[in-house]
């Protein structure tokens, strides 16, 4: 068996950095209360990681770029025959990737216009009217079980890998190394630190813009005159 890089570290790191927001923000939607202030914070890191995994997908290292996985019906139909030979995210798994980001973004841009009529408010509450906001809020509140139906199929397919398949895919998310009987894949190459740098511009920018630190202040409230 012959080891082969696949994952880089910072995709490794984007990875278990995610499932562990995701985890902490759908708990702390559902316990509400004061926690909805962390719920907050935690979709703003969710949008920088987002941000994160998108430059990533075009600068990163071979297996971690869309055009390395994102293929067409063909491509699966060959994999579904069990004709499909490669590393990284297989044709079912491309999809999965990107019918994950593809909800969470919804989702975590969702969350930035809700409010949940107590005490809080997405930084962008302030920007649309109190209907549509409470109209959005209801859709975020009807997203947490697409997210969780998400995350349960993620840990089918793992398990499934693993008893049927006999293929640890959370192994090489750990070390980024997969262990091949076929020495002739090449392993991961690119994603340097110009890359990297810029990968994390664009998930600090995007945490910072969800923020809504750059909108303008709100008008003061209006000062009532003493009742004489």
Not at 70 to 76: F, H, K, L, S, T
Not at 84 to 96: D, I, K, Q
Request: no cysteine.
């Amino acid at each position: 068996m012959h080891k082969i890089r696949v994952w880089d570290l910072p995709l490794r790191l984007f990875h278990w950095l995610l499932a562990a927001a995701v985890i902490a923000s759908l708990a702390s939607g559902q316990l509400g209360g004061n926690l909805m202030v962390w719920h907050g914070r935690l979709g703003i890191l969710i949008a920088g990681l987002l941000g994160f995994r998108l430059a990533w997908g075009l600068t990163g290292s071979t297996y971690a770029r869309f055009a390395s996985f994102v293929r067409g019906p063909a491509v699966i139909r060959a994999y579904l025959r069990g004709e499909w030979r490669g590393l990284g995210h297989n044709p079912l798994g491309a999809l999965s990737v990107l019918g994950m980001l593809t909800i969470l973004g919804l989702q975590t841009a969702g969350g930035l216009f809700a409010n949940d009529d107590i005490a809080f408010q997405g930084p962008f509450y302030r920007l649309i009217s109190k209907d549509t906001s409470d109209w959005i809020a209801g859709l975020h509140r009807k997203g947490f079980w697409l997210v969780l139906l998400l995350v349960g199929l993620h840990l089918m397919a793992i398990a499934y890998y693993l008893k049927v398949k006999k293929d640890n895919l959370v192994r090489p998310m750990l070390t980024g190394d997969k262990e091949m009987a076929d020495s002739s894949y090449k392993p991961a190459s690119g994603g340097g630190p110009l890359a990297l740098l810029f990968a994390l511009t664009v998930g600090i920018a995007s945490a910072w813009g969800a923020s809504g630190e750059w909108l303008p202040p709100p008008p003061p409230a209006p000062v009532e005159a003493p009742a004489w």
